[in-house]
């Protein structure tokens, strides 16, 4: 836009929301013509929000108008250039509205009569019907994580803890971390990928698999951290990955394939009422 035409355009606006339409003039006042159709002040108003600096107020008028130029004069264009076979588009418009108000349709059902749960049992029959589809892509571990600084007391009693993982001394060690860790990851019931923890590590560990094979505490430091590493237990990439690691892709593929099924015994009862109801005839 050109510099000539900015100043005008902020001129208008400073004439928009420096004065009040109740006293100068109706909302219907026009602000812009472009072919014969105008931007009104009440157009323009109702685009801009209440309760901002006169600056911003300004700066989303001008953005507004000059979008509402270009809009113009894209479908003055369109209009000019365009076939009449091209410009019929009641058609798309009907079957674009049709569309959205079934979508709407379909989504107040669902919110008001679909049920979206799924049990333990759905979850375990679907994971052993497809388990050969759940292969691990990574290595994933459980244990316990702990990163302490290095000044913090009694880290004797926190290896013998964090090694032994019977209940007595996972109560402690969780006090202890819960007191004096800067991170505390405990996962013993838990699948997480090793990546996770392998990146909090001052040196992460290269070889993934050999360290999981033949290690199941792992500790290190840097100048100002210890950390300290249990390995419960282990899974390998490419192995079937545990059902409780691959439980939220599963609810989620089973949350689909109910609201599908919903959808579609929704439309299967609907043609039902509407033949016995005689709403559709066949000819």
């Not at 100068?24 to 600096?53: F, H, M």
């Not at 402690?172 to 909090?200: L, V």
Request: aromatic fraction near 12%; hydrophobic fraction near 35%; glycine fraction near 4%.
């Amino acid at each position: 836009m050109k510099i000539s035409n900015t100043i005008k355009l902020l001129f208008l606006i400073l004439l928009v929301f420096g004065c009040g339409t109740a006293e100068n003039g109706p909302d219907s006042k026009p602000i812009v013509t472009v072919g014969g159709v105008s931007l009104t002040r009440g157009e323009l108003q109702a685009a801009v929000p209440d309760n901002i600096s006169p600056q911003d107020s300004m700066a989303i008028a001008e953005d507004f108008i000059g979008r509402w130029i270009r809009n113009r004069l894209m479908l003055r264009q369109a209009e000019l250039n365009l076939t009449s076979d091209e410009k019929n588009v009641e058609q798309l418009l009907e079957e674009y509205r049709t569309s959205l108000l079934v979508h709407l349709y379909q989504q107040k059902m669902l919110d008001q009569k679909h049920s979206p749960m799924v049990t333990s049992r759905e979850i375990e029959e679907y994971y052993n019907s497809m388990r050969d589809n759940f292969r691990l892509h990574e290595n994933i571990i459980q244990g316990v994580f702990i990163k302490v600084p290095i000044n913090a007391p009694n880290q004797d009693q926190l290896r013998r803890w964090y090694r032994s993982g019977t209940g007595e001394d996972i109560v402690n060690m969780e006090a202890y971390s819960f007191q004096y860790a800067r991170k505390y990851d405990q996962f013993i019931e838990n699948w997480i990928p090793f990546s996770r923890i392998n990146f909090n590590l001052p040196e992460p560990i290269v070889n993934e698999e050999r360290f999981l094979r033949f290690s199941r505490h792992y500790e290190t430091s840097d100048s100002h951290y210890n950390y300290y590493l249990a390995v419960y237990d282990y899974k390998l990439a490419g192995n079937t990955a545990p059902v409780g690691f691959v439980e939220d892709r599963i609810k989620a593929i089973l949350l689909n394939k109910k609201r599908v099924e919903f959808l579609q015994q929704l439309g299967q009862d609907l043609y039902d009422e509407a033949l016995r109801e005689k709403i559709v005839s066949f000819h």
